[in-house]
Nanobody, 122 residues
Framework: HLVESGGGSVQSGGSLRLSCAAS????????IAWFRQAPGREREGVAA???????RYADSVKGRFTVSKDNAKNTLYLQMNSLSPEDTAMYYC??????????????????WGQGTQVTVSS
């Protein structure tokens, strides 16, 4: 069960922190990630934490977004700084226990939350 929160509206240059209550999915056996989908666009990977704890980021968010997880709280986070209107999208967390060849490819993930909306105004 994955439940996102923390979305909202913010002005360009602002920050938001998304949370994903991910009971059972923050264990080291899972690859867990953030994705986003803007209207009319395909879902794209934003950031992921692999089973070995390493992270992957989309080029568009490197240096601005930070993904982390707290296993004790069963929570995945996405700290988003220097937001721009291009970051406007529905943000989803996802998890997968099976092999994930590409951590930022949504095709590998079977467990998804319902999403939280992020809107950045200029």
């Amino acid at each position: 069960h994955l439940v996102e929160s923390g979305g909202g509206s913010v002005q360009s240059g602002g920050s938001l922190r998304l949370s994903c209550a991910a009971s059972g999915y923050t264990d080291d056996g899972y690859c867990i990630a953030w994705f986003r989908q803007a209207p009319g666009r395909e879902r794209e990977g934003v950031a992921a934490i692999k089973r070995d704890g390493s992270t992957r980021y989309a080029d568009s968010v490197k240096g601005r977004f930070t993904v982390s997880k707290d296993n004790a709280k069963n929570t995945l986070y996405l700290q988003m700084n220097s937001l721009s209107p291009e970051d406007t999208a529905m943000y989803y967390c996802a998890a997968e226990i099976n092999y994930v060849g590409k951590p930022l490819d949504p095709e590998y993930y079977n467990y998804w939350g319902q999403g939280t909306q992020v809107t950045v105004s200029s």
